[in-house]
């Protein structure tokens, strides 16, 4: 029921900064929203989470940089990065759990953008 649509990846140099976007369609109830990321040959990595109530938590990797925010009307949730490192190249990910009738939450990913912090 839920896709969610992601944008703002791009090339940056060091130093500068790029806003993520994440809509997810359907006007579905979505409890938890967050960030992963995936550096090539790596494994995917959460960067940063936030819950409906706005209580974030961050990658120490990233603590101090990056910060989270999401608009529960419109089911959005943002990832306004700064100060960006040659080591945050990555196709970044929004994700969303939903609450549903049975056990267990409904996962939902975006297709992924490219952040690539030139070197």
């Known amino acids: 029921q839920v896709q969610l649509v992601e944008s703002g990846g791009g090339l940056v140099e060091p130093g500068g900064s790029l806003r993520l976007s994440c809509a997810a369609s359907g006007g579905v109830f979505i409890n938890d929203m967050a960030w992963y990321r995936q550096a090539p040959g790596k494994g995917r990595e959460l960067v940063a989470r936030?819950?409906?109530?706005?209580?974030?938590n961050y990658a120490d990797a990233v603590r101090g940089r990056f910060t989270i925010s999401r608009d529960n009307t419109k089911n959005t949730v943002d990832l306004q990065m700064y100060s960006l490192r040659p080591e945050d190249t990555a196709v970044y990910y929004c994700?969303?759990?939903?609450?549903?009738?049975?056990?267990?939450?409904?996962?939902?990913w975006g297709q992924g953008t490219l952040v690539n912090v030139l070197s």
């Open positions: 936030i819950s409906r109530g706005g209580t974030t």
């Open positions: 994700n969303a759990r939903i609450p549903t009738t049975s056990p267990g939450d409904l996962i939902a």
